[in-house]
């Protein structure tokens, strides 16, 4: 069965940019689509963007000029990029896989999240 | 943009019929889903395509759609089943997720 990982600092500073890895064990990244998701202490769910066929990808229009979704194959790991944070940025950050191809699909399984906190 | 509006808490007595309902326009037309999360623990989805069920999920979890509003039902409600829920669905492309609903089990 398919399991995620996130890794990545768990401690950015103000105005730099937040870089998460998720790797992907138990299927093929080349199929299916991937997504980014996270949480604020103590808030609600916030989708970030998703990624498909190798390349494509579909942001979040309130985080889009902001966020960079990428995959490496030969790894079977994807990234998530986010430029400019601030303290609002701070969360758990998930990585999921997204099923039923796509729009229209259902996030299963998730990663464990990881904390990125903003601050200086 | 598109918006799902959930209750913020719901409580039931044990062994009881929870329902938590979500919100949103045309919203039985958007393949809705519903995910649990326990305290420290990432969403596990309960129900997908408004109604469907995954492999390991209890048969006590079901889901209804009805014009504007999804509601999640957890029949003989059990502790283990006091978390969080939240509602997804789709607009166009994008994804929206409900404000969350906080189960308590009396």
């Known amino acids: 069965q398919v399991q995620l990982q996130e890794s990545g600092p768990g401690l950015v500073k103000p105005s730099e940019t937040l870089s998460l890895t998720c790797s992907v064990s138990g299927g093929s990244i080349s199929s299916d689509y991937w997504s980014w998701i996270r949480q604020p202490p103590g808030k609600g769910l916030e989708w970030i963007g998703y990624?498909?066929?190798?390349?494509?990808?579909n942001y979040n229009p309130s985080l889009q000029s902001r966020v960079t979704i990428s995959v490496d194959t030969s790894k079977n790991q994807f990234s998530l990029r986010l430029s400019s944070v601030t303290a609002a940025d701070t969360a758990v950050y998930y990585c999921a896989r997204l099923g039923g191809s796509g729009p229209r699909g259902w996030f299963d399984p998730w990663g464990q999240g990881t904390l990125v906190t903003v601050s200086s | 943009s598109y918006d799902l509006t959930q209750p913020p808490s719901v409580s039931v007595s044990p062994g009881q019929t929870a329902s938590i309902t979500c919100s949103g326009d045309?919203?039985?037309?958007?393949?809705g889903c519903w995910y649990q999360q326990k305290p420290g623990q990432s969403p596990v989805l309960v129900i997908y395509q408004g109604t469907k069920r995954p492999s390991g999920i209890p048969e006590r979890f079901s889901g209804s759609n009805s014009g504007n509003t999804a509601t999640l039902t957890i029949s003989g409600t059990q502790a283990m089943d006091e978390a969080d829920y939240y509602c997804q669905a789709w607009d166009s492309s994008t994804v929206v997720f409900g404000g969350g609903t906080k189960l308590t089990v009396l």
């Open positions: 045309k919203l039985g037309d958007k393949y």
């Open positions: 990624i498909y066929n190798r390349g494509n990808t």
